[in-house]
């Protein structure tokens, strides 16, 4: 009777870890861009973005639009597996966003209401970077 081995390799873990931070970053970050390129900065204001309408207009849909390109370059190259490398680049943006975003929020005083949720995004973005660029690289087709 021959033995059948079960190969466990690849089965750690940090695969579906991977993909559920790049989703829940792309979610997020689309969500956001889309608002930014759709709403004047009076109905960002009304969704609780105060610091809109201390900013030019076509900076917040400029960062609106790199949003989205972002939420879309963290899922879409690993997922069909054309330019991967791409994936943990645009991962790599969203981080340095998130930067901006804490320090634009610490010079208004509104990191108490702000920091938990950049902190977690950049966590994750930077998780990102470092698993799909180090730990499980996605393959060139």
């Known amino acids: 009777?021959?033995?059948i081995k079960v190969s466990w390799r690849g089965l750690d873990g940090w695969n579906p870890s991977l993909?559920?931070?790049q989703i829940f970053l792309a979610s997020m970050f689309l969500y956001a861009g889309i608002m930014k390129v759709t709403r004047t900065p009076?109905?960002?204001v009304e969704l609780?973005?105060?610091?809109?309408t201390t900013i030019p207009t076509w900076f917040i849909v400029f960062l609106g639009?790199?949003?989205v390109l972002g939420a879309i370059g963290i899922v879409l190259p690993?997922?069909?597996?054309i330019l991967p490398w791409l994936t943990p680049l645009a991962a790599a943006g969203m981080a340095l966003v998130q930067i901006a975003a804490m320090v634009l929020h610490g010079n208004r005083?509104?990191?108490a209401d702000t920091i938990a949720l950049n902190l977690v995004l950049l966590a994750s973005a930077?998780?990102?970077v470092w698993g799909r660029s180090r730990k499980r690289v996605i393959g060139v087709r």
Do not use: K, P
């Not at 609780?48 to 809109?52: L, N």
């Not at 690993?78 to 597996?81: C, E, N, P």
């Open 19 to 21: 993909w559920a931070a």
């Open 126 to 128: 930077l998780f990102v």
């Open 42 to 44: 009076e109905g960002l």
């Open 109 to 111: 005083g509104e990191t």
């Open 65 to 67: 639009a790199m949003e």
């Open 78 to 81: 690993a997922l069909t597996s």
């Open 1 to 3: 009777m021959s033995e």
């Open 48 to 52: 609780g973005w105060s610091w809109a």
